[in-house]
């Protein structure tokens, strides 16, 4: 029986994950490291209530077999750059970190399509540093999921993003070929990827967004 910690399980996609893992009888545990409850009583969860900017003094508590980081903001939600680079780097970075300490041996990150180091698009460069340096840690397994326009209902309103969803729900079956990756993904099914990929492992570190849609199909 397995332990798993999730940062991120108040999001949408830490959310579906979190029900999967509950309901998967390969874990015992499910460490949450959150800033809010998710308010479910189950005994599995073990929740740690923390500042996540402050993951480091946690340590002892980071202990687990694997480590699935569902962390991340929009610049609409977190317009501070700085703040921004600190949830969407920071944490993950930090976790990977720990996750070599405490010799966990599977990291498992959403990053997103278009992470570069190099871009001149700040969210592009944030996600790149941040998958550049989680694989500096140089884990056992490490995976980065890259998925492109997350759909799914959110609770706090995104107005750009729904609209933008709507023209996707559309447009999305005239992306064919090279640019299937970028046809918009569901949340669970990202969730449903990352559970797969923790148990079966995977080819490659990096994982764009059409081959998390066929893992997720090619096991349901």
Do not use: W
């Amino acid at each position: 029986m397995k332990t798993a910690i999730i940062l991120g399980a108040t999001g949408l996609t830490g959310g579906y994950l979190l029900d999967l893992l509950l309901k998967d009888e390969n874990y015992s545990t499910v460490k949450l490291f959150s800033r809010s409850s998710v308010e479910k009583g189950h005994p599995k969860i073990e929740e740690h209530l923390i500042d996540l900017f402050e993951l480091e003094k946690y340590q002892s508590e980071f202990e687990a077999d694997e480590v699935f980081c569902c962390i991340g903001t929009t610049q609409a939600k977190t317009p501070d750059n700085e703040t921004y680079r600190k949830i969407d780097y920071g944490i993950p970075v930090t976790a990977a970190n720990l996750s070599r300490q405490n010799n966990i041996q599977k990291f498992l990150v959403i990053s997103a399509l278009g992470a570069d180091a190099d871009s001149r698009v700040f969210y592009n460069r944030t996600k790149g540093e941040m998958e550049r340096d989680v694989l500096k840690e140089n884990l056992p397994e490490t995976y980065i999921f890259q998925p492109s326009l997350i759909g799914g209902d959110r609770k706090e309103k995104r107005t750009f993003e729904s609209i933008f969803k709507k023209i996707m729900k559309v447009g999305d079956h005239l992306l064919i070929g090279p640019l299937k990756k970028y046809r918009s993904i569901h949340p669970q099914t990202i969730a449903e990827a990352m559970v797969i990929v923790a148990q079966k492992g995977y080819d490659s570190s990096r994982i764009p967004s059409d081959e998390i849609k066929k893992i997720a199909k090619d096991n349901n």
